[in-house]
């Protein structure tokens, strides 16, 4: 009823009228997103008291976890999510990583990188979805422990190297909001990532005895911040170096994430990855730069995104935000995947996932639905305590429990500075 008021007064009013309705209508929008385009980050800042310097060393994991979740789930969900797909993807600029991903097979073909990649998210992802005194989270550390720590006793995998890809998934979402998105994150938030990366890397056993204070201890999520950020450029600037094998395993990951592209959109979708690297990265992955054309092109559209958020768009609401995961297994004890960008896998095969408008679109793109070629892609969903190289399939529940034990020990939701 009051929509057709509005229309009929509308049709009714003079020319002039109808302008300064129109304009009165556009400056009561923009009246309205500007007075809550930052109510969350408020209500952040509120809620949790970590308003000074002094406070922030009392941040507890817990806190530092929720803030974090706001931040994925409905602050900066798009640009948070390609930061920690591109932390990860940064690490294979450096040779002894590189290396020995492809010496284990995990990139040798197509079907072992697509899987590769649904663990290796499903894992960091389950530790950042729910509580780190929870059950799955403790459950998704443990197993990442357990996979490399064979690795690092033989010395396969080095312990500068665990340090260094830990410091990206804390610091690159950071760089990234700060260059991509409407506003920076705020003092509070870059302390929150600091805190619940340094107890992550605390659960996993990475030794900060690289870090000027890692003996010491640091004072606060922001002090391990600007330590770790400071060793991180130092040890690209000595090990981050062009090798052929860097450029193999780059390639395959690159065929990962234009998967879910068109073909004739496939090298457009190149270009924005090697658009988003730096001269360093892309040096490295020995990657060619994208075409001025095309760099200004994403340039442009990157910024009228920025703008667009900041001065016409209102916040995402709690009901739209970005959840990966199932949160209650089924009958059998697994869970499933919400979300995905590559293969379907750990998808379950519902009427929707398998007939619904995205599923129509990959079958018209020829890609697999959730279901297809029978368990390739654990359409009966995943184990935690499962996931990984399928070689390391119901092996090292024994000992998961275990390094699980020490876990539920430390891991409680405190505060991870003394």
């Not at 920076?184 to 938030?189: G, V």
């Not at 703008?307 to 004890?333: C, I, Q, S």
Request: include cysteine; hydrophobic fraction near 40%; glycine fraction near 6%.
């Amino acid at each position: 009823m009051m929509y057709y008021r509005i229309t009929s007064t509308l049709l009714e009013a003079s020319p002039l009228q109808q302008v300064l309705l129109t304009l009165l209508g556009i400056s009561s929008y923009l009246f309205l997103v500007s007075s809550i385009r930052f109510h969350r980050r408020n209500t952040l800042e509120k809620k949790y008291s970590y308003n000074t310097r002094e406070s922030m060393k009392y941040m507890t994991n817990h806190d530092a976890w929720e803030i974090q979740k706001t931040i994925l789930q409905t602050e900066f969900p798009f640009i948070v999510l390609k930061s920690l797909q591109f932390a990860l993807f940064r690490t294979y600029g450096i040779p002894t990583i590189s290396t020995l991903l492809l010496k284990t097979s995990q990139f040798s073909d197509s079907s072992t990188s697509f899987k590769r990649y649904a663990d290796t998210g499903t894992l960091i992802g389950e530790f950042m979805a729910f509580d780190p005194s929870s059950e799955r989270s403790q459950t998704a550390i443990a197993r990442t422990k357990f996979l490399h720590q064979g690795y690092r006793a033989s010395g396969k995998i080095l312990e500068d190297d665990m340090l260094y890809t830990l410091s990206l998934f804390a610091l690159e979402p950071i760089r990234f909001v700060k260059t991509y998105e409407w506003r920076e994150m705020t003092e509070m938030e870059r302390c929150a990532s600091g805190t619940y990366w340094k107890s992550l890397g605390d659960a996993l056993g990475i030794s900060y005895e690289a870090l000027p204070s890692g003996t010491a201890g640091f004072r606060d999520g922001l002090h391990w911040l600007e330590e770790i950020s400071f060793w991180s450029e130092r040890y690209e600037e000595r090990h981050m170096k062009p090798h052929p094998r860097n450029k193999e395993i780059a390639d395959k990951t690159i065929d990962v994430l234009v998967y879910h592209l068109p073909g004739f959109m496939k090298p457009l979708g190149v270009y924005f990855a090697s658009f988003l690297m730096d001269d360093r990265l892309r040096t490295a992955m020995m990657i060619d730069c994208p075409p001025a054309f095309f760099a200004a092109i994403f340039t442009v559209v990157l910024q009228v995104r920025r703008l667009y958020l900041r001065y016409l768009a209102l916040p995402r609401p709690n009901f739209l935000r970005l959840d990966v995961f199932t949160e209650e297994p089924n009958k059998h004890g697994r869970n499933f995947i919400l979300f995905y960008e590559g293969a379907p896998y750990y998808v379950q095969p519902t009427i929707w996932n398998r007939w619904g408008p995205m599923a129509w679109l990959k079958w018209a793109l020829g890609q697999p639905l959730p279901g297809d070629d029978g368990d390739k892609y654990y359409p009966q969903g995943y184990s935690t305590a499962d996931l990984g190289p399928k070689y390391f399939e119901g092996k090292g529940r024994k000992e998961v429990e275990m390094i699980k034990e020490d876990i539920r020990a430390q891991r409680v939701g405190r505060c991870p500075f003394p």
